[in-house]
C-alpha cells in the first residue's frame, strides 16, 4: 500500500536540485530552485522524490552540463506543482503526450541521447499513484517544461 504521509514538495525540489549537482561533479550549471518553505502533499516521501529527481535527471541530460535548469513548486487550485523547464532542445509538439509512456524515445534525439525510455514513464506511473498527472510544454527557458501536479493536503 502507498503510505500517506504529509511530504513537502520544496523540501523535495531542494535536494533533487543538491543531488543532480553532486552528479554533476561541479561541471555543471547549478539548478535555479524557486520555491517557498513548505507545500504540503499525500503520500510516498521515497516515490515522490524519485519522480521529481528523474525529471531533473531527464532536464539536465537533454539542456547539457551548462543548460539553464529552473525547477519551480508552487500552490494552484488545490493543487502542488512541480514544474523544471529547461533551455534545451524542446520536446517536439507531436512527442509531448508520448514522452511519457514507457520505451519512447524520440526520433529525434535517438542519436544523441542514452537511456530506454523509461524515466518519464516511472514519473507518470509515481504520480498517478498520488491522484496526480504530468505533463509536458514549452518552456520559457527555450527548451521543455514538464509539470507535476499533485493533489494538495
Aim: aromatic share 2%; with cysteine; charged share 25%.
Amino acid at each position: 500500500p502507498l503510505p500517506r504521509v504529509p511530504v513537502n514538495l520544496c523540501d523535495l525540489a531542494r535536494s533533487a536540485a543538491r543531488r543532480q549537482g553532486l552528479v554533476d561533479g561541479g561541471t555543471g550549471r547549478s539548478i535555479a530552485v524557486d520555491a517557498p518553505d513548505e507545500i504540503l502533499v499525500r503520500g510516498s516521501e521515497e516515490l515522490l522524490d524519485r519522480a521529481i529527481g528523474n525529471v531533473v535527471e531527464n532536464a539536465r541530460k537533454f539542456a547539457g552540463a551548462s543548460g539553464r535548469i529552473r525547477l519551480r513548486v508552487e500552490a494552484v487550485s488545490g493543487r502542488g506543482v512541480v514544474s523544471v523547464a529547461d533551455d534545451g532542445p524542446g520536446i517536439a509538439s507531436e512527442a509531448r503526450a508520448q514522452v511519457f509512456e514507457r520505451f519512447f524515445r524520440d526520433p529525434a534525439h535517438r542519436q544523441t541521447s542514452s537511456g530506454a525510455g523509461l524515466g518519464l514513464a516511472v514519473v507518470r506511473a509515481i504520480v498517478a499513484r498520488h491522484g496526480g498527472s504530468v505533463s509536458a510544454g514549452p518552456s520559457d527557458l527555450g527548451g521543455a517544461e514538464l509539470r507535476l501536479e499533485l493533489p494538495l493536503l
